[in-house]
Structures are given as structure tokens and as C-alpha cells.
């Protein structure tokens, strides 16, 4: 064999490599940017259906009270509760820092204050995560002979939560993202998409 030969066949094997990599990065960089048209669009959408329960996802709260945004969340998911949207509200989200308190608990407390009677509220308080909030709602909801669902949450964040429910049996799964919870400048949406689209990515390749 050649000099010219030997020298040849690693330069081709690198040229492969290089173009499968280039493939790689591509399909990411569509499969990223589909998704975040997805995103945009199903934050946009109230769908106010009747169902068997609300879900609300958790957010930070300190000290036993929520944060601006978790009492956001909250509220919309109390007028959604007086228009008849649905008969039970579930509350999501573990302890944090602070293991006296969990975010479900918080909102559960919130919404009793609000005047939702306690009967009619359910509180999830383990998941620490998302996704961990969608199968432990999933496994209350199919305890207590609930079906559908309307999903609040923010803007950005309610695709996500849509398919994970949707993953674990809950069905049909509605959407009703806070009002006003898109990032005002372009910068920001941008960031939150791109966040939200490889968070789910992320899932669907089995890594989170």
C-alpha cells in the first residue's frame, strides 16, 4: 500500500465523521427550533374546557406564603375554580430549602384561604421537579377517578407540562398558562423557549 494511501483512508474516515456531526448539530438545532414554535404557540392558547380537575405546577414559595409568581398561578387557577372549569384543584411541588414547607402545601393553604373548600383540593407535595409533579399527579389523579385536566402554569412552560401528563395516561390535557407570564423583551422569550424546548428534549432522549 502507498503512502498516498495510508494517508488518504484516515482523512476520509474524519471527513465522515465531520459530516455526521454536522448532520447531528442540525437536526438539534430543527428539532429545537420546531419545538419552540410549538412553545410560542401553546402559550398563547387559553383552553378554558371542562374537566375534572385543575392542575396547578409550583413555583417558589418562602416561608409558607408563595412567590409572586406561584400566587399568579394560583389566582388564575381560583377563577378558573368560580367559572366551573372544573371540580378539584391540585396543587404541585415539593420543599425546597425549607422541608417545614412545600410548594404544593403552600398553594393547597393559598387557595383554602381564597375560599376554595378544602374538599375540593388535593395537594401533591414530593415532586421536585416537573416531570416528578406530572407522574405523581398522574398517580393521584387515577386514585381519585379523575381523567382530564387543565394545566396552569407559565406561558412557556404549559407545552412541556402538556406532554408529560399526556405521557403519563392523563387525558385530555388542556392548557391555561398564567395571564401575562411571556418575557417582555425578545431576548427573554428567546432564552425562555430555547430553555423549555431542551428541557424537553432532554426528556424525550430518557435523560431527565
Known amino acids: ?17 465531520e459530516a455526521l456531526g454536522l448532520a447531528v448539530l442540525a437536526a438539534l438545532a430543527s428539532f429545537l427550533a420546531l419545538t419552540g414554535v410549538r412553545i410560542a404557540r401553546e402559550g398563547s392558547l387559553q383552553e378554558l374546557h371542562p374537566a375534572d380537575a385543575i392542575v396547578v405546577f409550583g413555583a417558589a414559595e418562602y416561608s409558607g406564603h408563595p412567590s409572586p409568581v406561584l400566587r399568579a398561578r394560583l389566582d388564575h387557577a381560583f377563577d378558573l375554580f368560580r367559572r366551573g372549569i372544573a371540580p378539584v384543584v391540585i396543587t404541585t411541588g415539593g420543599a425546597a430549602s ?6 404544593g402545601g403552600v398553594g393547597r393553604d393559598y387557595l383554602e384561604r381564597r375560599g376554595i373548600p378544602e374538599r375540593n383540593l388535593i395537594a401533591e407535595t414530593q415532586g421536585s421537579d416537573t416531570a416528578q409533579s ?6 393521584i389523579m387515577r386514585a381519585n377517578g379523575l381523567h382530564s385536566c387543565v394545566a396552569v402554569s407559565d406561558a412557556y412552560h404549559v407545552f412541556r407540562i402538556k406532554r408529560l401528563l399526556e405521557h403519563e395516561g392523563v387525558g385530555p390535557v388542556y392548557v391555561a398558562p398564567r395571564p401575562d407570564s411571556r418575557p417582555r423583551s425578545v431576548m427573554q422569550r428567546t432564552y425562555a423557549v430555547l430553555r423549555e424546548a431542551s428541557s424537553y428534549l432532554l426528556w424525550k432522549l430518557g435523560m431527565t
Open 98 to 103: 425549607d422541608p417545614s414547607f412545600s410548594e
Open 134 to 139: 406530572a407522574v405523581r399527579v398522574a398517580v
Open 1 to 17: 500500500m502507498s503512502d498516498e494511501s495510508v494517508h488518504r483512508h484516515p482523512r476520509r474516515r474524519w471527513l465522515r465523521l
